[in-house]
């Protein structure tokens, strides 16, 4: 399907799912803020495994995009691959990515770079869109936000995450406004955005935008955590709408996990980080709740009924329990 047949469709499409599952205030040990500190170092540069669970659906087709380029983060780099199972380049990762889906590109970085529309800087740039290298192109990747991109860089290297590392030659748009709004949808598999549906769904989107974070899992976390209320506090000490540690958030950056934009926007970088770190959204999840250090002890969700309880009520929410 071209992205001329998916425009055409948006008049078709209507999916509302709302978040589902019961809101509690949750906190975590003190075990997560010393551990947060190794885990988040060296996430920001590569990804390490294949996500060994369902994509999550997602509200944009950005979003759409960046999940499902997550999902091949490990495969290894082959030159003219376009076989997950046996290795990918960089142009058959987006190809791939894309067709999954539903928009057709062609096979090479060079006719990728002139898809679409041209964005005039990376300052513009949003998740989804192409980011191409090179004059002739020869490489080109996906960017996710926050001056991050997906790609299958070169031989000897895996798909991962990687920093924008040199200026794009070329910066295009596959996915113009109403489309993006609606490719999950036109594939069955989508949500409408989050806008009106949830308190405070502004501040999900945005920082899914600059985080390359799911809109939805942002909002399904904070719904666990603390109801939506910017004034939890937790038993263990945690704080705000997203039940920040204070280590933690003190870590990320913010300085007032009570104000819900802080907290959301450090949540967000804090997930993607992890997200990054663990290739998997249930082990992202696991590690927001029990610290990473206790994912990377017990190799998966730890067997805590809280931690077990907290993934499986998040997933349920996503529609992926």
């Known amino acids: 399907m071209s992205v001329t047949d998916v425009t055409s469709r ?49 509200i944009t087709g950005r979003d759409r995009v960046v999940q499902e380029a997550r999902k091949y983060l490990g495969v290894p780099y082959v030159w003219g691959g376009t076989d997950p199972d046996k290795g990918l380049d960089c142009s058959g990762l987006v ?8 928009i057709d590109l062609p096979r090479v970085s060079g006719d990728q770079a002139r898809e679409g529309t041209a964005v005039p800087s990376l ?38 995450v990687s920093d924008v590392y040199e200026k794009p030659t070329a910066i295009r748009r596959v996915l113009d406004d109403p489309t993006a709004s609606a490719i999950g949808s036109a594939n069955g598999t989508g949500r409408t955005s989050s806008a009106g549906d949830v308190p405070f769904a502004d501040l999900f989107n945005r920082a899914s935008t600059t985080y ?3 809109a939805d899992l942002l909002a399904a976390i904070a719904k666990q955590e603390s109801g939506y209320n910017p004034s939890a506090v937790s038993p263990a000490g945690a704080q705000g ?15 007032d996990s009570f104000d819900p934009q802080q907290a959301v926007n450090g949540a967000a970088k804090l997930m993607s980080d992890l997200l990054d770190r663990f290739g998997s959204t249930p082990l992202a999840l696991a590690a927001y709740n029990a610290g990473p250090g206790a994912v990377l002890r017990y190799d998966g969700v730890p067997p805590y009924p809280e931690t077990q309880n907290y993934v ?10």
């Not at 209507?14 to 509690?24: I, V, W």
């Not at 190809?95 to 539903?102: F, I, S």
């Not at 709408?241 to 300085?255: E, F, I, N, R, Y």
């Open 95 to 102: 190809q791939l990515v894309y067709h999954n889906l539903g």
């Open 241 to 255: 709408l997203m039940q920040l540690m204070p280590g933690t958030a003190q870590s990320l950056g913010v300085t």
């Open 312 to 321: 499986r009520s998040i997933m349920a929410m996503l529609g992926e329990g």
């Open 123 to 160: 300052d513009d740039a949003l998740p989804g869109d192409l980011l191409a290298f090179g004059s002739p192109v020869h490489h080109i990747a996906i960017y996710i936000g926050g001056g991050k991109m997906i790609e299958a860089p070169r031989t000897g290297l895996d798909v991962r």
């Open 212 to 214: 390359g974070v799911d």
């Open 10 to 58: 948006i008049s078709q499409i209507q999916s509302q799912l709302a978040l589902l599952g019961p809101s509690r205030a949750a906190g975590n040990g003190g075990a997560f803020a010393s551990a947060l500190g190794g885990a988040m170092k060296g996430s920001a540069t590569s990804g390490t495994a294949l996500l060994d669970g369902p994509v999550d659906g997602s």
